[in-house]
Nanobody, 123 residues
Framework: QVFLVESRGGSVQAGGSLRLSCAAS????????MGWFRQTPGKEREFVGC????????VYADSIEGRFTISRDNAKNLVFLQMNSLEPEDTAVYYC????????????????WGQGTQVTVSS
């Protein structure tokens, strides 16, 4: 099993930045992909981006439009989501997740999830 703990989110004004981190522990050797998703009440969990654990190759949702960057520190079992130029529409609970096979965009294929952290962007 892989355990995921996300950093605290926060509240920022539109145009601001936040960085989330996600710490993995347990069977980290089984990680193929780490993903970031977000969810607002009444909506399905939305893909934000993912990163291949070994190569570091990242894929992003079109809606992010180059504003977000995912990176990872394999030695410390950490993955980061740097969010710039935040918009009110980015307000959501953000989740990190682990897939033991490469699926990336499909949240139903992920095996382990963090607890979620709230990000609020005010206009």
């Amino acid at each position: 099993q892989v355990f995921l703990v996300e950093s605290r989110g926060g509240s920022v004004q539109a145009g601001g930045s936040l960085r989330l981190s996600c710490a993995a522990s347990g069977r980290t050797f089984s990680i193929d992909t780490m993903g970031w998703f977000r969810q607002t009440p009444g909506k399905e969990r939305e893909f934000v981006g993912c990163v291949r654990w070994k190569s570091g190759t990242a894929v992003y949702a079109d809606s992010i439009e180059g504003r977000f960057t995912i990176s990872r520190d394999n030695a410390k079992n950490l993955v980061f989501l740097q969010m710039n130029s935040l918009e009110p529409e980015d307000t959501a609970v953000y989740y990190c997740a682990v897939a033991e096979k490469y699926y990336c965009r499909d949240f139903t294929k992920y095996d382990y999830w963090g607890q979620g952290t709230q990000v609020t962007v005010s206009s």
